[in-house]
């Protein structure tokens, strides 16, 4: 007599970035998993690689459009990104396809809040150039003229894009004395305004900010909404932080209006092009620049881990459940 248990065939998974241990270790408890670990991303490899796979978690880095949807094999019943951000997959086409695209709002919230809070003191600061002043070993004499920032009270705050992010950079800032402002597709509810000014264009918005903290997601509509005309309206010496997108940004814009001298300060997280971003930002003076770690707390990388993963189990009846961006 036969004595072998049948093993039960779990799903397959392709995920294409390596994930923190514990998210290895609970993917696997669903999961047949496969894990992308070249140091470059996965590009044009994708569709040999996720041949066979009943699921797949890409990284906000690769690229999931049209052309790669329709091209996904029919064994692929399911996707999730690790990420809040859904720009680099198009929900229609994998809606089209019957596809469910899982995501990790909320858990990450606070944490890129801490992080653009941090951004606006270095702008207004400009930590970057004092630090490397230190590290260049040029730090003369304490001199009362030397190395001056801005002090944040009293500042306005224009937030672009007031979703969770954006309130939660709100929460922080008015605690340093920052009054708040800010864009949105629609006015918020008092309780969550909590005070905060509500201008109907991005122009109103621009006209009024002392530091523009762009929040905002990436949609088709939005992309370069900070372009020459909008960069004019800010007012002399403005700043300029942002930990959404960088393709929410004219980059070529940007760089004309920083060498006319019109922005004290810039402080940045995101950029077109990530990780191979214009050389020219290496050069800008008055300039934070960090490499897209709004979310990269053990944390949140953690519990963006499991949510995503939790999400696609769904589709197998595992896990408990998930955010789904393209809800049928
Ligand atoms: C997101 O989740 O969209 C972030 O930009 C990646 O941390």
Redesign the pocket.
């Known amino acids: 007599m036969n004595t072998t248990t049948p093993s039960i065939k779990r799903p397959r998974l392709l995920m294409t970035g390596i994930p923190p241990d514990d998210v290895k270790v609970y993917t696997q408890t669903f999961f047949d998993l496969t894990i992308w670990q070249e140091a470059t991303p996965i590009g044009a490899q994708l569709l040999d690689r996720v041949a066979g796979m009943d699921a797949l978690v890409v990284m906000?880095g690769d690229k999931l459009d049209v052309a790669t949807i329709a091209a996904l094999p029919a064994s692929v019943k399911v996707l999730g990104t690790y990420?809040?951000?859904t720009d680099h997959v198009d929900l229609k086409a994998a809606t089209a396809k019957n596809l469910h695209v899982f995501h990790?709002p909320d858990v990450?919230t606070e944490a890129v809040a801490d992080l653009a809070l941090f951004l606006i003191i270095a702008a207004a600061r400009d930590t970057s150039s004092a630090e490397k002043t230190l590290r260049d070993e040029r730090w003369g004499r304490w001199a009362p003229s030397s190395m001056l920032g801005r002090s944040l009270q009293g500042l306005h705050l224009g937030i672009f894009g007031m979703g969770r992010i954006g309130q939660a950079v709100a929460a922080r800032a008015r605690p340093f004395g920052m009054s708040i402002h800010y864009h949105n597709r629609s006015e918020l509810a008092p309780d969550q305004a909590k005070g905060a000014s509500y201008y109907a264009t991005l122009d109103e918005l621009m006209a009024c900010s002392d530091v523009l903290c762009i929040c905002a997601p990436s949609a088709p509509e939005l992309k370069g909404a900070i372009n020459a005309h909008r960069l004019a309206l800010l007012p002399q010496n403005a700043m300029l932080v942002n930990v959404a997108r960088g393709d929410l940004m004219d980059e070529e814009a940007l760089f004309t209006h920083m060498s006319l001298g019109r922005l004290s300060g810039i402080a940045m997280d995101v950029y077109r092009n990530e990780p191979n971003i214009d050389p020219r930002w290496l050069a800008l003076p008055r300039t934070t620049l960090l490499p897209?770690i709004?979310?990269a707390t053990r944390e949140v990388r953690s519990a963006m881990g499991m949510l995503v993963v939790d999400g696609v189990a769904s589709h197998f009846g595992l896990g408990s459940g998930g955010h789904c961006a393209n809800p049928a």
Do not use: K
């Open positions: 906000p990420s809040v951000g990790t990450l897209h709004g979310s």
